[in-house]
């Protein structure tokens, strides 16, 4: 019997939660310490230079935004699970240097080690390999999902391991699951029947130029780029914040829950107007002007917990919309052929980002004060503001994948040519190396039931 199409396999299911929960794990490092990391390297030999300790924070991202690409790459080579044990295995070592380090120096060396262990293509190519076409969306937005339970988490989780555990012991808890994530790859997920690249999500060699020459690709990823680095740049000033207005770390978690509910209730009216009344455009510049507003109340209002619990209120509310939405961007202005690459760029300037806020965020902290952090946040989000005013995207585009019989060159051109006559569809790619038809869609008017015909006589 033929599976279902619009629902997932048991195995599928099996495959998109294990890998989901790894993808998350890689996340869960980087954020977990975000909350507590300057507060604990204050004590650290080395820590009264905040330069250091932004290097220490951001050290991660910078790894992972170099070697992002390239470990993809080296998965097509030499498999998928391969690579996922030796980025598991780096990962876990770079937690155990960085949960003894007694200097700010060795945590950098931990945290650079952490970062090498990029298994993010890796995963996102096993997920491909796991899944069918018409279900692969499912998969790659429950990695999605994951990522925003694991920020969230992590905020409020942090302080209370500050407290029981102290930084060395989140350290080590992250290695220790790391090396438990070995198990969940070796004992839960699948082998993949046929391992083969896979243009809607990896990155090719040779799209590269054609994704860094698209203006509309650029802007979404100085996007990504600036807000990962304010998130990065904030957390070397806000802890600070909150402790000098009577909160202890252990204690931060008050203000970080309530804050984090409230974020995630105001996020979901703006993401359904986005998506369902077409207005991609105002919604996603309206989060970016709102993130900026957070910013300077960040500023004035410091000296005020309730103040400093509206500005992050305002900030993470911003973060939640626009993290959920440049995904979906990247997805609509991607060339088909191109998708994957401009993913995997998209995520090494993601991870750039975090780098570069960090440490840019603790050299300003160490000569100009903290002040001089939510400047630099402003002068970006700003930069951001004027770049997306000019964007151009359709909110109602979407991209649509279909499984395909083996097919000849020959076929698979005139179905080419077949599916671009369909109405409602802009531009469709039929690769026969991957029994796979990609087509950007415009949902309004999009006559499914017509390519589904077409495809049935393939």
């Not at 103040?307 to 993470?316: D, Y």
Request: some cysteine; overall charge neutral; glycine content about 8%.
């Amino acid at each position: 019997m033929q599976p279902d199409k619009d629902s997932m396999t048991p195995a599928e299911r099996r495959a998109s939660i294990g890998l989901a929960g790894i993808y998350g794990l890689r996340m869960l490092g980087l954020f977990i310490i975000l909350p507590v990391f300057a507060l604990y390297a204050e004590h650290l030999p080395g820590g009264d230079n905040k330069m250091l300790v932004g290097v220490a924070l951001g050290a991660y991202g910078l790894t992972q935004a170099i070697l992002q690409i390239p470990a993809g790459l080296m998965s097509d080579r030499y498999g998928r699970k391969p690579v996922i044990y030796i980025s598991l295995l780096l990962f876990a070592l770079g937690s155990l240097i960085a949960a003894f380090a007694h200097d700010i120096y060795w945590i950098i060396i931990g945290r650079v080690i952490q970062g090498s262990g990029a298994l993010n293509a890796a995963v996102m190519a096993l997920v491909a390999d796991l899944t069918r076409e018409e279900q692969r969306t499912k998969a790659m937005a429950l990695i999605g999902i994951t990522i925003g339970i694991t920020f969230s988490i992590s905020l409020v989780l942090s302080p209370l391991l500050y407290q029981a555990i102290g930084v060395p012991g989140i350290f080590a808890m992250t290695g220790v699951l790391a090396l438990l994530a070995m198990l969940v790859v070796a004992y839960v997920i699948p082998n993949p029947a046929i391992t083969r690249f896979h243009s809607d999500t990896e990155a090719s060699g040779k799209h590269l130029g054609e994704v860094l020459r698209n203006m509309d690709l650029l802007g979404l990823n100085f996007g990504i780029f600036t807000l990962h680095a304010i998130l990065m740049s904030v957390f070397m000033q806000v802890p600070s914040v909150l402790k000098n207005n009577g909160l202890e770390a252990a204690q931060h978690w008050h203000v970080y829950l309530p804050v984090l509910l409230l974020a995630f209730v105001l996020m979901v009216p703006p993401i359904f107007v986005a998506e369902k009344k077409a207005m991609m455009k105002q919604v996603f510049v309206g989060a970016i002007a709102l993130a900026a507003v957070g910013q300077l109340t960040l500023m004035l209002m410091q000296h005020s917990i309730w103040g400093m619990a509206a500005a992050l209120t305002m900030v993470f509310t911003a973060f939640n919309i626009l993290e959920a939405s440049l995904p979906s961007l990247i997805s609509k202005v991607a060339p088909l052929a191109a998708k994957g690459t401009a993913m995997g760029v998209y995520s090494s300037m993601q991870f750039f980002g975090a780098f570069v806020g960090a440490s840019v965020g603790g050299l300003l902290m160490q000569y100009f004060g903290g002040n001089a952090v939510f400047v630099f946040a402003l002068v970006l989000l700003l930069l951001w503001l004027a770049v997306a005013s000019t964007m151009q995207v359709s909110a109602a585009v979407r991209t649509r994948l279909y499984h395909l019989p083996e097919l000849d060159e020959a076929g698979s051109g005139t179905l080419q040519r077949q599916l671009a006559q369909v109405r409602g569809v802009h531009e469709v790619m039929v690769v026969a190396a991957e029994c796979m038809a990609c087509l950007k869609v415009d949902m309004q008017v999009f006559d499914e039931a017509a390519v589904e015909q077409l495809l049935k006589g393939a």
